[in-house]
């Protein structure tokens, strides 16, 4: 079992940044691949960002790429999503996600087996 919970959302202006964090309980965090997706109203859910088990590959939608990085420290079994240049379309509920099944890392939300609750970030413009 995995259990995921993030934090760092918030209300920011465009243009602005934030950090979230995404702390794993468990022994198969490092064995992994970690996914960042986002549900804004009325819409389904949308990859973000994932990166594979060692964190040496990353993924990214192309809505968010060269704004978004992705991050992870096995160590403290915690993965990052820095975002910056925000825009108000980036208003969402964002989630991690941990994928055993696929280490190398996914863009399909089917393919993540656990889920943290959501953090939600506001974007303001």
């Known amino acids: 079992q995995v259990q995921l919970v993030e934090s760092g959302g918030g209300l920011v202006q465009a243009g602005g940044s934030l950090r979230l964090s995404c702390a794993a309980s468990?022994?198969?965090?490092?064995?992994?691949?970690m996914g960042w997706f986002r549900q804004a109203p009325g819409k389904e859910r949308e990859f973000v960002a994932a990166?594979?088990?060692?964190?040496?590959?990353?993924y990214y939608a192309d809505s968010v790429k060269g704004r978004f990085t992705i991050s992870r420290d096995n160590a403290k079994n915690t993965v990052y999503l820095q975002m910056n240049g925000l825009k108000p379309e980036d208003t969402a509920v964002y989630y991690c996600a941990a994928s055993i099944a696929y280490p190398g890392a996914s863009y399909y939300a089917h393919r993540y087996d656990y889920w943290g609750q959501g953090t939600q970030v506001t974007v303001s413009s």
């Open positions: 990166v594979n088990w060692s964190g040496g590959s990353t």
């Open positions: 468990g022994r198969t965090f490092s064995d992994s691949a």
